[in-house]
């Protein structure tokens, strides 16, 4: 796992080599830039789930209706809306609940796209469409270099499909990310972070906007790996309940970049947190003065916040692993866990 997460910022040159022209504020995705789609409905399950919502944003903020949806729950609930394209992200392209939901949607007449790292899988050849990744083999169970790079494929594919105001901004944005990613990869504040809570009762990660779907997920690696309790909030509903599992002993990771209204409501968020004792780890790129209320600092560069969602990513990636290291964790392969599921 270590290995794959010092290798983002290749597989990230690998996923944007030749697909971006800063110059002229374009991406070229081939003929996919061509599908128009009036609405986006994305169907994926775990990690790929939480690019899926990070997808799903992109759209809607191009001003295209879009949606993110559990494979397991649309291949028999969720019929297709209109003329939706329907985009199944999975790292194997043989992920068996999102094949189940790309075939329900191809049963409706519903145009199917394959976000996918394998080329001739089975999500790939029976998809209408196909836009690889290009990650390159991940070995581990959990996925990390994956992550990153489904991220970056879902920037490409709604600037390549729709249009927004910031489009060069974006693309700028993606060009650095590869040497951001590289300057997070020092590992020595994660370690001490981990070092300092392994004995944590629970883990919680909060963040909005951009920022939700990397809480969820670093919940999600964290629980994977170390076996022990955490979970993800949009950051507005710790008051809504999770609130009254806080405590000095459940660290709770906030995600807060920019210095809009959203982090500006994510630090009062996270002074709710502090007024319950509970200790404050802040993943933040110093445009805001959340580190006042923090008890340890992540830096990210300061970026656009599509692609601040990877950087905080890679330092959540990089507490786990070191918490799942001091608590002796079998890393590689957790219990119970395969790397492709091809089972429903």
Do not use: W
């Not at 802040?282 to 959340?290: E, L, M, R, S, W």
Request: aromatic share 4%.
């Amino acid at each position: 796992m270590l290995k794959e997460i010092h290798e983002q910022p290749r597989a990230l040159r690998q996923c944007l080599r030749g697909r971006v022209d800063e110059l002229a504020g374009t991406v070229d995705i081939g003929d996919l830039g061509d599908l128009s789609p009036t609405g986006v409905q994305f169907v994926a399950c775990g990690t790929s789930y939480h690019a899926a919502l990070h997808g799903a944003q992109l759209f809607r903020e191009a001003g295209i209706p879009a949606q993110a949806f559990l494979a397991s729950e649309y291949a028999t609930a969720t019929p297709p809306i209109g003329d939706a394209l329907v985009v199944g992200v999975t790292q194997s392209g043989e992920t068996a609940d999102t094949l189940s939901a790309l075939r329900a949607a191809r049963r409706c007449g519903a145009r199917t796209l394959a976000v996918t790292n394998v080329v001739g899988s089975t999500a790939a050849r029976e998809c209408d469409h196909a836009l690889y990744i290009r990650a390159g083999p991940e070995i581990g169970v959990a996925a990390t270099k994956t992550f990153a790079s489904q991220l970056a494929a879902l920037n490409l594919l709604a600037l390549g499909t729709s249009s927004t105001g910031d489009a060069r901004q974006v693309i700028s944005a993606l060009r650095d990310l590869p040497g951001h990613v590289q300057e997070v990869l020092d590992e020595s504040a994660a370690q001490e972070i981990a070092e300092l809570y392994q004995d944590a009762d629970a883990y919680f990660f909060i963040g909005r906007g951009y920022q939700e779907p990397v809480a969820l997920e670093g919940a999600l690696k964290m629980k994977e790996i170390t076996y022990k309790h955490a979970e993800g909030f949009a950051s507005g509903e710790l008051k809504h309940g999770p609130l009254a599992l806080v405590t000095e002993n459940t660290p709770v990771f906030a995600i807060v970049t920019g210095d809009d209204e959203r982090a500006h409501k994510t630090i009062g968020n996270v002074k709710e947190v502090e007024a319950r004792d509970a200790p404050v780890v802040a993943i933040t790129d110093g445009q805001n003065d959340v580190e006042r209320y923090a008890d340890h600092v992540l830096e990210i560069p300061a970026t656009h916040p599509r692609a601040a969602a990877v950087l905080a990513n890679t330092h959540l990636q990089l507490v786990s692993y070191h918490t799942a290291a001091l608590l002796g964790r079998n890393i590689d392969k957790p219990r119970n866990l395969a790397k492709s599921v091809t089972v429903e």
